[in-house]
């Protein structure tokens, strides 16, 4: 697959004014405590049920990592399409809502590896949701997938981290990997973030080396509670990577 990745008119060319915002994991971990979770879609991601065969690709019983999960529905969807789900997701918050609301009886237990966490497993045993911080999961011998599925992880994850971050996710990819990835692009002058905006060329230049980059898609996201962002568009766009 080549790199198709075209110059548009998305683009903002004040790239660096984001780089230094930090949120910590308790940040991240009050927005749950205080409701501040406008981020989950409660219906499910309209971009990947477009797109969800040309992911898939018609195969079985793949290995799929949700990163930075929260409660995302489409856990459900693809463990019920026999898939085994695996995400990472630093509230316990979120984690125990998917479960509940999803109807799903689990089991939760200590990681013996690594300080604090645990995982959380479905009774049928195809997810497996750890609740730590995602840079720790390593430790955890979690094993490669064969799909990643990134909605609101890479434009979460602290600017300042992006790097540590691609190099985890690639280190995770199995041969033969489709890793779907949702961004965005606002202006970025006008909101600090999260969730951040992440430039076609800084995309590029974190997996473009490894990875082959199609973009499938770019859509209007622009909501009503945007306007409280001060902006005034923003736009997801949808990355298919594949090996090179």
Not at 74 to 86: I, L, Q, S, Y
Not at 92 to 114: A, D, H, K, V
Not at 170 to 182: N, P
Not at 230 to 238: A, R, S
Request: with cysteine; charged share 25%.
């Amino acid at each position: 697959m080549n790199d198709t990745m075209p110059l548009d008119m998305t683009e903002h060319p004040d790239t660096e004014v984001q780089k230094n915002r930090v949120l910590s994991l308790e940040e991240w971990q009050d927005k749950w405590v205080t409701r501040q979770i406008a981020f989950h879609q409660e219906h499910g991601h309209k971009l990947l049920k477009k797109h969800l065969d040309t992911f898939l690709r018609g195969q079985n019983g793949l290995r799929v990592f949700f990163p930075l999960c929260g409660k995302a529905v489409e856990m459900k969807w693809f463990a019920d399409r026999g898939h085994t789900v695996v995400g990472v997701e630093i509230s316990e918050i979120g984690i125990r809502e998917f479960f509940s609301e999803q109807n799903l009886s689990y089991t939760e237990e200590p990681l013996t590896e690594i300080a604090g966490a645990k995982v959380f497993k479905s009774s049928s045993g195809n997810i497996s949701l750890y609740c730590c911080n995602i840079f720790d999961l390593p430790r955890a011998n979690i094993g490669k997938f064969d799909r990643i599925w990134d909605r609101g992880a890479l434009v979460a994850i602290n600017p300042g981290d992006r790097d540590r971050y691609a190099d985890f996710i690639l280190s995770t990819l199995r041969k033969g990997f489709h890793y779907l990835v949702a961004v965005l692009s606002y202006d970025p002058t006008k909101y600090a973030g999260p969730p951040f905006y992440v430039s076609d060329a800084e995309f590029k230049r974190l997996f473009g080396t490894k990875c082959s980059i199609c973009c499938l898609e770019e859509a209007d996201a622009f909501e009503e509670r945007h306007k409280a962002w001060g902006i005034d568009y923003i736009f997801e766009k949808l990355y298919l990577l594949t090996e090179k």
